[in-house]
């Protein structure tokens, strides 16, 4: 019985997460109380979120860590699948890419929050440095085995991560932008900068 009410517990969390995603996305951090949110997710009452969690600020300390998790999930899985650093290089870029695209919502949350929010006692929202850490693999792979130049690895990270992540305000720009294209533009560019000929 335990179990069976963890479990629902967890998918009320999930399913209050996902609503307050879908709020910050289109209206920002200030229209998002409780009542909004849980008008979002078909909740019976604000109530329900206080529940589950203790404040507003750990409500969105864990849609920013859930957000983040799941893409560097996909970032990592990409480059495992990857064959060789070059590949694996290629599969960052257009992993992230691709996540990106298809959840639209969840980086737009991050962007107002990274902007409208501070998690306590912390200096910032939340932490990209783990976005990097599957491309870090990769560059340190790549500089031991000759294929990538030995260029700083943490600085070419940064680069990269500061490219990748202008996707969604190309796509602002550019309603009609191809992900695909934009991730095979940055594989272009950074191939041609990182890969030794």
Request: aromatic share 6%; hydrophobic share 45%; with cysteine.
């Given at each position: 019985?335990?179990?069976?009410?963890?479990?629902?517990?967890?998918g009320?969390r999930?399913?209050?997460?996902?609503?307050?995603?879908?709020?910050?996305?289109?209206?920002?951090?200030?229209?998002a109380?409780?009542?909004?949110?849980?008008?979002?997710?078909?909740l019976?009452?604000?109530?329900?979120?206080?529940?589950?969690?203790?404040?507003?600020?750990?409500?969105?300390?864990?849609?920013c860590?859930?957000?983040?998790?799941?893409?560097?999930?996909?970032?990592?899985e990409a480059?495992?699948?990857?064959?060789d650093?070059?590949?694996?290089?290629?599969?960052?870029?257009?992993?992230?890419?691709?996540?990106?695209d298809?959840?639209?919502?969840?980086v737009?949350?991050?962007?107002?929050?990274?902007v409208?929010?501070r998690?306590?006692?912390a200096?910032?929202?939340?932490d990209?440095?783990?976005?990097?850490?599957?491309?870090?693999?990769?560059l340190?792979?790549?500089?031991?085995?000759?294929v990538?130049?030995?260029?700083?690895?943490?600085?070419?990270?940064?680069?990269?991560?500061?490219?990748?992540?202008?996707?969604?305000?190309?796509l602002?720009?550019?309603?009609?932008l191809?992900?695909?294209?934009?991730?095979?533009?940055?594989?272009?560019?950074?191939?041609?900068?990182?890969?030794v000929?």
């Amino acid at each position: 019985m335990q179990t069976k009410r963890s479990f629902t517990a967890e998918g009320r969390r999930t399913q209050i997460v996902e609503a307050t995603v879908r709020v910050i996305a289109r209206e920002g951090l200030t229209r998002a109380s409780f009542g909004r949110i849980a008008a979002e997710g078909g909740l019976s009452s604000p109530g329900m979120i206080s529940y589950h969690f203790a404040d507003k600020d750990e409500l969105l300390a864990v849609l920013c860590d859930t957000v983040l998790s799941d893409c560097v999930r996909t970032l990592e899985e990409a480059v495992e699948a990857a064959t060789d650093p070059v590949e694996g290089l290629t599969a960052y870029l257009t992993a992230f890419v691709s996540w990106q695209d298809t959840h639209r919502d969840e980086v737009a949350a991050l962007r107002r929050l990274a902007v409208d929010w501070r998690r306590p006692g912390a200096a910032a929202a939340f932490d990209e440095r783990p976005l990097m850490q599957p491309l870090l693999g990769v560059l340190h792979a790549g500089q031991a085995s000759g294929v990538l130049r030995s260029l700083h690895p943490g600085w070419v990270a940064q680069t990269v991560l500061c490219a990748v992540e202008s996707f969604p305000q190309a796509l602002h720009e550019d309603p009609e932008l191809d992900p695909q294209t934009f991730a095979e533009t940055l594989v272009e560019l950074f191939g041609r900068g990182l890969v030794v000929s």
